[in-house]
Structure formats: C-alpha cells, structure tokens
C-alpha cells in the first residue's frame, strides 16, 4: 500500500516569545500573565473553543460544562483567589454566584452532611452525627486553616525563582516555614492525630477523594489546606453563564493585551534544536517558532507523544513510576423537568452506597446542577443535571459500534437508578440525555486516556513529588494539572502563574 505523504512543512509568522500548545485554564493562564508582560504569545489550541476540562457544549437550548463546575478561586481578598486575579490582569471580570453548600454528602451509614459556606455551621452538621470527636473534628480542620492561612499571606508565584523565594521569605517568614512544614504531609497522618472514630475517618477520606481522586492517606495537606478553608473563606462560586466564561474572558483579556490564540491547531510534534525546545509543528504541516514553549497538554501526553521517545528525560521516566493516570469518567448531561428536584436541592451531590467502593468503577457518584444558581443555562421550567463517576478506558475499547452504544445505555441506566433515590421521578421526568465515556474525554479533552489527571501510585511525602514548571529540555515547560499542585482550576491557574513567572524571568521579561 502507498504510503500517504506527510503535509508540507510551512514556517508561519515572526518568531515568538512563547508558545502555548492548549488553552486549559493552565495555559490561558500563562499566555494572559506572559501578555500581560509584553510578551509576544501564540496558544494553539485543537479544539474549536478553548477550556478544555472546564470548556461548555449547547444542545436544544441546555449549556452544559464539559468537566469543572464547582469552582475556587474567584474570592475578593487574600492571595489564593487566583481566576479573579487572572482576569483581573488583562482587565476582565467575570460576575458569579455563590454557593451556598459546597456539597451534599450522600453516604453509606445514614451520614446525610452539607458542607455550608460557613464554616461554624459546617462543623456543627458533622459534630451531630459525631458528638464524641467534637474537639477532634474542630482540631483537624483548624489545622488545614493553618496552611490556608499561610498561603493567603504570600503571592503565589514559581517555587522555580530564587530572588521571589527570598523575598518571599523575608517578608513572610513564619508562613514560608508553616508551608514547608507541610509540604512532604498527607491529609490522613494528619486526620489521625486527632480524630479515632473509623467511620469519621472514612468521612474524611470521601472529603479528599471528591477532589484528589485518592484517598486521605495518599492526599497532599497543602492541597486540603486550601480545599477545605477557602470554601469557607473566598467560597465556592459559579460564574454566571457558566464555567465556559471563563476561558472566554481569559482569551479576551489575552486577545486585547496582543496575544493571539489558534483553533483547530493541533500540535503533532515539539521542535527541538540541539536538545533544546525551539517551536512546534502543527498537524496540518505549519510550523512556528519561539523562545519558549508551554505545554498545557498532561505529561503523558507532552513526553510519550508530542517529543521523541528517544529524548525523554529521565526524571519524566521516574515521574511515571511515581504517579499513574486516574481513570476517567462516565458523564451524563441531563436535561430535567424542574419539579424533579425536590424543594431546597443543593448544586453538588456526592452520592455512595458502599465505603468499599469509594474508590471503584462507578463507585462514587459526583452531580453537579449549576442552574440552581443560573437558571439561563437551560430553557425555562428545565434544570440540567450533569452527573458523572470513575471509569477506565480499557473497558471502552475494542467494541463494536452497537457494542459500545448498549454498553452506553447500560452504564447510563445504572447512574440514574442510583439518582432516583435522591431525585424520584428523575428517569420520567428526562428531556435530554448524553452520554460521554473516557473514550469522549480523550476525544475532546485531548488528555491520554480521558485521564483525570495524576495520582501517587503509592503514598508520596506530600506534594514533594509534583514537577513545577521547567522541565529537563531547555526552553520546554509543563502546565496545568499534571505539575505542582495538581487538579482543579484554582490550582492550575497557580501553576499558570508560577509557569509564566519563571518564563518571564528566563526571557529577561
Ligand atoms: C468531569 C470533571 C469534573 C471536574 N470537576 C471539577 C470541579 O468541579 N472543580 C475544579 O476545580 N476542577 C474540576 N475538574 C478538574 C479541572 O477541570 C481540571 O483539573 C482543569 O480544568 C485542567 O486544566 P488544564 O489547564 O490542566 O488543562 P485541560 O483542561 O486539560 O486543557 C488542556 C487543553 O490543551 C488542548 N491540547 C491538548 N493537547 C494539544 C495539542 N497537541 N495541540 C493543541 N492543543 C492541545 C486540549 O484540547 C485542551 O483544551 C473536573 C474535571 C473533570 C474531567
């Protein structure tokens, strides 16, 4: 058989300070901070509309969020409200919604807890079912409060830049210690100093997993430092229009401070030049060249597909063997008639019937229903419900067409037998269903196997594990939820700050 020929190759445009291959909320992080600086920035993007995880799709009138919706960041005061102060650097704002309760636990044993904005009332809803760890359950939290609170102290800039860590540490030197302190923690070693009951600690466990994916033992402190304290502090916030708006308004911002962003530009390889990273070529043969270049893609796919096998660096090989992909997810988008919901439905839900299972295939159930805070989101009278849990691709692939649809419908039909005994009538009262798997996460996200993202293969000293934002090739940075410090959109638009501060230091910015 012939073989196709590759597309030409065409060199496109001056050369630029900086690439940006995705448009996550990581990389439109770092290529508004760069711009912003006067930096001459390009993001290429393969999809049609930038975010990524935290993009947005409409179908017969509903605007679903493809991935995040319960969203940190967008407090008014301290250091870690990080997406305001994202947009607030190319001039945008974004009007959002706060949420009363961050989520509604529906566990196994009767443990039926809102976790309120307000912290008091918080603990109050938990000490009800557990009276005997009272002062337990306020010592524990208190503690994550204390690494929240030295991080609200400081800017969050690259961990890279010794003249920031010095100055840092001279202005700030109690919560500089605090932090390293708690680096190399675990949020499980930490839980049991002061908490005995077994099923309160499972409660804690299901707190870190419905973020971190991993249980309390394999959990960073730093990262629970800022999950369990701000969503008391700054609060959980759902921005008006949806999640999507806010890579819209980080790709204005970008657009007015002379950045420039591609769709459909699909990086196929990294250039490099005698071991450094020189440009990037493009699917459709055109090639462009800068000084630096940002993957925003996750590690896997940055190492494994984008360079050479040949040039990976070692300490990429041992990352690997520390950290593995998480599985991805089954998601249902629903439409629903509004009457479903009972009266006083919160957003979030997480749903379990077996502690066993927390961890397992459809195990967790995790629901989201922004339009309890913006109704616009979906036709008058309708609600949407995007409700989604753990699956692995491997049980995806290699199917028939018919094979994967009824495969689909049968995983579907689970979920909403589980969301009936919370939403009664769900299933009668449905207007529109889709159904992705992991394989439609790869597809659309572009993340190897529809991951989630990197989770310790076994328990790690902390966050001491995760990558910052150079890596071994010159000229090459990572971003976004695969470096320092992990998932969510908070905490890769920390990595996108910490990645375009060590860049524009390197480009004498
Ligand atoms: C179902 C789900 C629910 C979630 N819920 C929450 C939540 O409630 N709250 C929260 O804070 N977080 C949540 N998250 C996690 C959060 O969405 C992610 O951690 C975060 O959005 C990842 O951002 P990122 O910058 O790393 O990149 P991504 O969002 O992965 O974006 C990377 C971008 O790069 C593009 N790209 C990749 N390769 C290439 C290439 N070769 N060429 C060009 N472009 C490329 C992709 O198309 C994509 O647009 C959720 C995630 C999922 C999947």
């Not at 930096?39 to 509309?49: D, G, Q, T």
């Not at 689909?408 to 449905?430: D, Q, T």
Request: glycine residues 10%.
């Amino acid at each position: 058989m012939e073989q196709k020929p590759s597309p030409p190759v065409r060199k496109v445009g001056q050369k630029l300070d900086a690439i940006v291959i995705g448009s996550g909320i990581g990389g439109l992080v770092t290529a508004t901070q760069l711009a912003a600086k006067g930096a001459k920035v390009l993001v290429l993007e393969s999809y049609l509309i930038p975010g990524g995880s935290s993009g947005y799709f409409e179908r017969q009138g509903y605007r679903f969020d493809v991935g995040a919706s319960m969203i940190f960041g967008f407090g008014r005061k301290g250091t870690t409200n990080l997406l305001t102060r994202a947009l607030e650097a190319v001039n945008m704002t974004l009007d959002t919604i706060p949420d009363p309760v961050q989520i509604h636990y529906h566990l196994p044993d009767g443990l039926d807890v809102k976790v309120d904005r307000n912290y008091e009332q918080f603990l109050q809803n938990i000490t009800t079912y557990f009276p005997h760890e009272q002062q337990g359950i306020r010592r524990f939290y208190d503690e994550c409060w204390q690494v929240f609170n030295c991080l609200n102290r400081i800017d969050l800039l690259s961990l890279e830049e010794p003249r920031y860590l010095f100055r840092v540490f001279s202005q700030h030197p109690l919560a500089c210690l605090g932090l390293a302190k708690y680096l190399p923690c675990n949020v499980g070693d930490i839980a049991r100093r002061y908490i005995k009951d077994p099923l309160l600690l499972k409660f804690i466990d299901i707190e870190c997993y419905c973020w971190s994916v991993v249980p309390a033992d394999m959990t960073p402190m730093i990262n629970a430092g800022m999950v369990f304290s701000d969503r008391h502090y700054g609060g959980v916030n759902y921005p008006q229009g949806g999640v999507g708006q806010i890579a819209q308004k980080l790709v204005q911002g970008l657009k007015e401070v002379g950045g420039e962003i591609k769709y459909q530009a699909r990086v196929k390889k990294i250039l490099t030049r005698r071991g450094k990273a020189v440009g990037v070529e493009l699917a459709n043969g055109n090639v462009y060249y800068a000084k630096g270049i940002v993957s925003n893609a996750t590690r896997w796919d940055t190492f494994n597909k984008l360079l050479p096998e040949n040039i990976k660096p070692t300490n990429e090989k041992k990352w690997q063997q520390r950290y593995k992909k998480s599985p991805s997810f089954l998601s249902l988008h629903i439409g629903v008639r509004a009457e479903v919901l009972p009266q006083g439905t919160h957003c979030h839900h997480i749903l379990l019937d077996d502690w066993n299972q927390m961890a397992d295939v459809g195990g967790t159930i995790f629901v989201s229903i922004p339009t309890l805070l913006d109704a616009n989101l979906a036709p008058a009278g309708y609600h949407i419900i995007h409700a989604f849990t753990p699956h692995w691709i491997s049980e995806w692939q290699g199917l028939s067409a018919k094979e994967y649809a009824i495969r689909k419908e049968k995983a579907a039909k689970r979920v909403i037998a589980r969301l009936e005994k919370i939403f009664p009538g769900l299933n009668a009262g449905l207007d529109y269903l889709s159904v992705g798997t992991p394989r439609t996460h790869r597809r659309f996200l572009g993340r190897e196997d529809g991951t989630y993202g990197p989770i310790p293969r076994r328990k790690l000293w902390g966050l001491l594990g995760m990558p910052l934002n150079r890596t071994a090739i010159p000229g090459l940075y990572c971003v976004g939820d695969s470096t320092f410090p992990g998932q969510g959109l908070n905490a890769v638009a920390f990595s996108g700050f910490a990645c375009a501060h060590r860049m524009g230091v390197d480009l004498g910015l």
